[in-house]
């Protein structure tokens, strides 16, 4: 019984989990190249995959970034910065507490904040630190820092990718 359970959530995720990451593509399952151009990402993916397969857009759209063969550059700069955080979750939990260390540094500058701004990014991250490692987990952490320095009028301005908004519905 709690292996048929088992399997049943299984089949269920490998279902849902490329629906979960077709949402967020600009082209359908037939993949990126002329035919999702032309088609979309909602339309005939039979239709798409045949204008790919014969038009050889899709092999010239992948190896030259065109034909929404590009990846999306925000979601990119959210999984360094998830990345970042997850790899380095306790060091940098320390380095905050500190107000300094290299780690830290290293994430302000994956969140687009420059050097004349360091020292404000680690008063905030010091000051912040108990409400941020609160949180539960290195995601839930990220975002909490990045709602401290968008109540931050200097590193609001000046931390170019540290939108709260960056990292919202990725696990």
Do not use: W
């Not at 790919?52 to 925000?74: A, V």
């Not at 820092?145 to 968008?150: A, F, H, Q």
């Amino acid at each position: 019984m709690i292996l048929k359970k088992a399997l049943a959530a299984g089949g269920i995720a490998l279902v849902i989990s490329p629906m979960m990451a077709h949402a967020q593509r600009k082209y359908g399952m037939a993949g990126c190249g002329l035919g999702s151009v032309v088609m979309g990402p909602r339309g005939s993916q039979i239709s798409a995959y045949t204008t790919n397969g014969t038009s050889g857009t899709q092999i010239y759209g992948i190896t030259s970034g065109t034909s929404n063969c590009q990846p999306d550059r925000k979601g990119a700069r959210s999984e360094a910065q998830e990345s970042f955080m997850f790899s380095n979750y306790a060091t940098l939990s320390k380095e905050m507490a500190q107000g300094a260390g290299t780690t830290l540094a290293g994430l302000a500058h994956v969140l687009g904040c420059g050097e004349t701004d360091l020292a404000a990014f680690n008063k905030v991250a010091q000051t912040e630190h108990h409400k941020i490692f609160s949180s539960p987990g290195a995601v839930a952490a990220l975002e909490t820092l990045k709602e401290s320095i968008v109540q931050n009028e200097t590193l609001a301005q000046n931390c170019k990718y540290a939108s709260v908004s960056s990292t919202e519905g990725v696990k």
